[in-house]
């Protein structure tokens, strides 16, 4: 349930109607809008009485929340969530572009790519040191060790970092070196590492399953939301089809699908949705002509020798034509590329 505020609601009209609800055993969260506060109960509703909150002083309106996720939705937040990530931004008006390697394969290969990416224009640099492998045989990443190599060249470039979570056990390890903790798509419904990075201080990048639905991507954001991390970043990187010729199928009409339920920013990963080089940068520009606040590419010095994902990623060279195309792109569609 959701309580809408009057605008000129005051502090002490919100604290008696946060109290009231906690009083009844729910969490209360607040959102801020630029006109009013919307204050949404979350729990048991069947707990609730939505007259007795009605009729409280500064109380606009009361409404149900139908949609099984709350604090993803915009009913319980009308405007695109902004999400500051050390000095660049993602969601809104802000279009954020992340590169680098599949895996962190050594202090020299992140390096290189980092500076070639940052100079194409990519303020994000990511790359995997736990990856999650089919065998166990494969290359299973450097650990903390590539953790702390994300960290320094990131540092020296100015650069915000992105990294893969793959256990509970790895988080306040992973969170201590990175700016931006990735779930993947394999995990998006380990429901107890969601929870747990729901308490904390870091934004998620929220991976959708291949199998998953777009309310189930949001279920599982929920999860983060509702242990109090609002800082999500929802990512459609391909969804089981059956065309083979593809990795996997991407699902770009999920882009505004999601934007239009839900405040919290749309990233898409055309890399591993369509596991081709070839198919990355038509779909990267359609992604971001689809509107998207966030595009994440593969790029490695030498694809073909990449230890994970190489036939996926984009040569440097490669990757500076994308952006030099995708420039025209985000202005038509009023997005502002945040710059390293
Ligand atoms: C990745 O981004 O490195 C990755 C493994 O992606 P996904 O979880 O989408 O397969
Ligand atoms: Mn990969």
Do not use: W
Request: glycine fraction near 8%.
């Amino acid at each position: 349930m959701i309580i809408v505020m009057q605008s000129k609601a005051v502090e002490g009209q919100i604290d008696a109607v946060v109290h009231r609800i906690e009083d009844l055993g729910l969490k209360p969260h607040i959102s801020r809008g630029e006109f009013r506060t919307i204050i949404g109960a979350i729990g048991d509703e069947s707990l609730l009485r939505p007259e007795s909150f009605a009729g409280m002083a500064g109380v606009e309106s009361v409404m149900p929340i139908m949609k099984p996720y709350k604090l993803a939705s915009r009913d319980f937040h009308a405007e695109d969530t902004v999400l500051k990530i050390g000095k660049f931004r993602i969601g809104g008006e802000n279009l954020g572009i992340v590169a680098g390697p599949c895996s962190i394969e050594s202090l020299d290969q992140l390096r290189q790519t980092a500076v070639a990416v940052r100079a194409a224009g990519a303020a994000f640099l990511r790359g995997g040191a736990y990856k999650p492998r089919t065998s166990p045989y494969s290359f299973q990443g450097l650990g903390e060790e590539g953790l702390k190599m994300l960290r320094d060249v990131g540092g020296e470039l100015g650069m915000a970092t992105i990294t893969e979570v793959l256990d509970v056990r790895d988080m306040a390890t992973v969170a201590a070196y990175a700016d931006v903790l990735q779930v993947g798509a394999r995990n998006m419904q380990n429901f107890r590492l969601l929870a747990d990075l729901g308490r904390l201080a870091k934004p998620i990048f929220l991976k959708r399953s291949p199998s998953a639905t777009t309310e189930e991507l949001l279920m599982s954001a929920e999860y983060i939301l509702s242990e109090g991390n609002h800082n999500v970043i929802l990512c459609e990187r391909g969804v089981v089809g059956f065309d083979k010729s593809t990795r996997y199928t991407l699902d770009l009409a999920a882009v505004p699908n999601l934007q239009s339920v839900s405040h919290l920013p749309v990233a898409v990963d055309p890399s591993h949705a369509t596991g081709r080089r070839d198919l990355v940068t038509p779909m990267a520009l359609a992604a971001v002509a689809a509107g998207a606040h966030c595009v994440m590419v593969e790029v490695h010095p030498d694809p073909e020798r990449a230890l994970s994902d190489a036939p996926q990623q984009l040569t440097f060279d490669a990757f500076k034509r994308l952006m030099d195309e995708l420039r025209p792109i985000a202005d038509a569609v009023g997005r502002k590329l945040q710059t390293p």
